[in-house]
């Protein structure tokens, strides 16, 4: 039986080592500044896209893959893997359009005899990367599409996750703002701590008053979540200040016996809605 081929979009913010250990196809979406364009990830890094997001003098805009350019990416892929099953997973189809364009793509390779599965996330970041390479790990191991696709699935509903950010300014600007809307207009120094819904819609937790106090209350939300769970794997997205996602699991630690960890960037793309200072925490049992 032929491998099955993983792929994902450039938003699941995977570490480019991890990536390339679980031979995990990434496709990069594109970042605009003004009239200048970068592959996420790929032209531009994350150290360079947040040293120059602040003084940008207009936001960043973001545009996914076209339909035909996913079906290159598919049709190499079919020349490399002859026969073998693809799964492609993408960003919530609630805040972007990246699916719908994947869909695209594979109904129009049907008649080539493609075997492609796109698969809606329902959320961002490492919020599915996690599972993305999950999923390779499964895929090496000699699973097929299917059972991967129950497994993920599995792994999807057990995944707890929320994010801090500095500012609603580009969640609002770039409108992915969405149930947080409550929000806009809040008094200075009250960080929203945001969460992903089973929509893969954003909505608004809670709001605290000043970064620590967040920090410590997004733990206890992850305790209540997680009742009488002690072992957990955790990702800590941070804006290319990797010290705050270290910090962040040290406190983690405290509460919880962390086994699988990993640091990740929060790349431009999604950067480009979050904005500098985010810190996204995605956890599921170990």
Do not use: C
Request: hydrophobic content about 40%.
């Amino acid at each position: 039986m032929n491998r099955t081929i993983i792929v994902a979009d450039s938003t699941s913010d995977i570490p480019p080592a991890l990536a390339e250990s679980n031979h995990i196809e990434i496709i990069p979406l594109k970042l605009m500044f003004g009239e200048e364009t970068f592959l996420d990830g790929v032209e531009m890094t994350p150290e360079q896209f947040y040293d120059r997001l602040p003084r940008a003098q207009q936001l960043p805009t973001t545009s996914q893959p076209s339909p035909l350019a996913y079906m290159e990416v598919y049709r190499d892929i079919m020349r490399r893997y002859p026969g073998s099953p693809v799964l492609s997973f993408h960003i919530s189809s609630g805040l972007s359009g990246t699916y719908q364009a994947a869909v695209m793509a594979k109904d129009m390779l049907e008649e080539e005899g493609a075997n492609i599965t796109v698969v809606d996330s329902l959320s961002a970041s490492y919020g599915f990367g996690f599972m993305v390479v999950q999923a390779a790990r499964w895929a090496n191991e000699g699973k097929g599409p299917e059972e991967i696709l129950r497994l993920a699935e599995e792994l999807r509903q057990s995944r707890k996750l929320y994010f801090l950010v500095d500012t609603l300014e580009y969640l609002q600007k770039g409108g992915r703002i969405g149930k947080a809307s409550a929000f806009l207009g809040t008094l200075l120094n009250i960080k929203p701590i945001l969460s992903i819904d089973a929509d893969g819609i954003i909505y608004a937790v809670e709001k605290v008053r000043g970064r620590k106090k967040a920090v410590a209350r997004m733990i206890e939300l992850f305790k209540t979540d997680l009742p009488g769970v002690t072992k957990i794997n955790v990702a800590v997205g941070h804006t290319a200040e990797p010290a705050s996602g270290e910090e962040f699991l040290k406190e983690l630690s405290e509460h919880f016996t962390l086994e699988e960890q990993v640091l990740t960037n929060i790349g431009p793309v999604v950067g480009s809605h979050v904005g500098n200072g985010t810190l996204a925490v995605f956890i599921w049992p170990a």
